[in-house]
């Protein structure tokens, strides 16, 4: 059974029990998600869980305009910002004990290659300094390899905002790169 007509059932019928198929296919996923914007696994599986509950209450909302994988990872991604926002004390902590140093600050940022060549302990500190909103749409964006025109669909603008979302967003995180020592 794909996805939707799911999504239908369940909506129709508030079957918990088909709504744990959708749980099966999509755990993983979220967690990971919420894991890069919690603290500790603990947290992010208690995040995974208000996600989840908070998917069952308000299936009835998705009416089909993206995939619902689409609509899934934007949930969960608006529900971590908001998180983050109404938490900004426990943002996201680097991992790793090292942190990597870079001699030479990266320029302006023209291409997508030089975000890719940031180095990861780096950049997730940069990440962390960022607004949420440009931390949504650079993981959305590089992490996730979502499409321009499924961004448009998640964040519900047009393609010349995602545009220009990305655009600054790339300038804020390579500003917040150069000044991390």
């Not at 900004?88 to 870079?102: C, G, P, T």
Request: hydrophobic share 40%.
């Amino acid at each position: 059974m794909s996805d939707e007509e799911l999504v239908r059932k369940i909506a129709r019928h508030n079957d918990a029990l088909l709504f744990a198929v959708l749980y099966d296919r999509y755990a993983q996923r979220v967690y990971n998600k919420c894991y890069s914007f919690s603290n500790s696994q603990a947290e992010a599986q208690d995040l995974t869980q208000d996600v989840f509950l908070m998917l069952f209450v308000k299936l009835s909302s998705f009416k089909g305009k993206s995939k619902f994988s689409t609509w899934v990872y934007a949930f969960t991604y608006n529900f971590c910002v908001n998180y983050v926002n109404r938490n900004k004390q426990r943002l996201m902590s680097d991992k790793s004990d090292s942190i990597s140093q870079s001699t030479k600050p990266i320029s302006v940022v023209d291409d997508d290659a030089e975000i890719a060549n940031m180095r990861s302990e780096k950049l997730k500190k940069a990440l962390d300094l960022v607004d949420p909103e440009d931390k949504k749409i650079l993981l959305l964006k590089y992490q996730d390899d979502i499409s321009i025109k499924e961004l448009t669909s998640i964040l519900d603008i047009g393609e010349s905002a995602v545009k220009m979302r990305l655009k600054r967003a790339k300038s804020r995180i390579v500003e917040a790169y150069n000044k991390i020592p």
